[in-house]
């Protein structure tokens, strides 16, 4: 494989770890939203909760979409 082939694989491989990151932080928001939606008293705690998990989430595809425009 020359050199240019070799970039398409890793942008199509940072492209999987990208779409892997939004179907985990869509998992991770669905299930907060049926926790609160079944013990809303909790919601206040497991919001933020949530959120930092979502920004820590969130934060690999920043680092996989700057490792594609690097390349």
């Known amino acids: 494989?020359?050199?240019?082939?070799?970039?398409?694989?890793?942008?199509?491989?940072?492209?999987?770890?990208m779409m892997g990151?939004?179907?985990g932080e869509a998992f991770l928001?669905?299930?907060?939203?049926e926790a609160m939606g079944r013990n809303p008293e909790i919601s206040g705690s497991l919001f933020s909760k949530m959120i930092i998990g979502a920004a820590?989430?969130?934060?690999?595809a920043i680092y996989a979409l700057v490792a594609?425009?690097?390349i």
């Not at 020359?2 to 492209?15: G, H, P, S, W």
């Not at 820590?56 to 690999?60: D, L």
Request: hydrophobic share 60%; charged share 20%; net charge neutral.
């Open 56 to 60: 820590i989430t969130e934060s690999t």
């Open 1 to 17: 494989m020359d050199a240019e082939a070799m970039k398409y694989l890793a942008k199509a491989i940072i492209v999987f770890q």
């Open 29 to 33: 928001i669905g299930k907060a939203f």
């Open 21 to 23: 990151s939004a179907l």
């Open 68 to 70: 594609f425009f690097i």
